[in-house]
């Protein structure tokens, strides 16, 4: 007998995993892929981050680590469990230093980041609503094709709407962290 689960045409459907699973798992999951996120509950292998992106990610890094108030830390690349079925990895996460790593919660995150070489799309569109309805209150996209940078600010209704689009020599001036302001034409190592 072929039994059909009712949302597989297949009768084959994913396993759901909760971000605590996931974390959980994470020393197994790093033997079988080099880069994952956990969205809805299902495991994704994330591209290879190439040659352009990891010159970003290096020159944002130095300049987080260097013009940070005190008060804040960066934490990069590491998993950010958003709820029970979300778990992305973004590029950068800041967030106050006195707040253990342990109890963060999303609206805890001052800034998120990413570099989005590759999943502009999905990273503008899908997963900034995810990003905007667990409650992060600004999220950047740098495009590092274009040489632009999209500000999302999260509105009283929950939403993001249309992001700030800003140029090369533009300056973003963070909103929850005093004094963090980017021009990316002053990036150390991009030009």
Known sequence: MNIQHPFSKD??????????????????????????????????????????????????????????????????????KLAEYWAPTPDFHVIPADTPITSLQPADVALLIEVSDTT???????????????????????????????AHHLREDGGYGAPKKLGFTDTMTATHIPGLALRMADLPRIS
Not at 22 to 28: G, I, K
Not at 64 to 71: D, W
């Open 11 to 80: 009768g084959h459907r994913p396993a759901r995993f909760t971000a605590d699973a996931y974390v959980q798992s994470r020393a197994l999951i790093n033997q079988l892929f080099d880069k994952t996120e956990l969205l809805d509950g299902v495991i994704y292998e994330m591209p290879a981050d190439g040659p352009r992106t990891i010159e970003w990610n290096t020159a944002l890094n130095m300049w987080l680590v260097r013009a940070l108030p005190e008060q804040f830390h960066v934490v990069p690349d590491k998993t950010l």
């Open 120 to 150: 502009l799309h999905y990273d503008l569109g899908e997963k900034a609503e995810k990003y905007a309805e667990h409650g992060i209150h600004e999220y950047w996209v740098i495009d590092p094709e274009e040489k632009c940078l999209y």
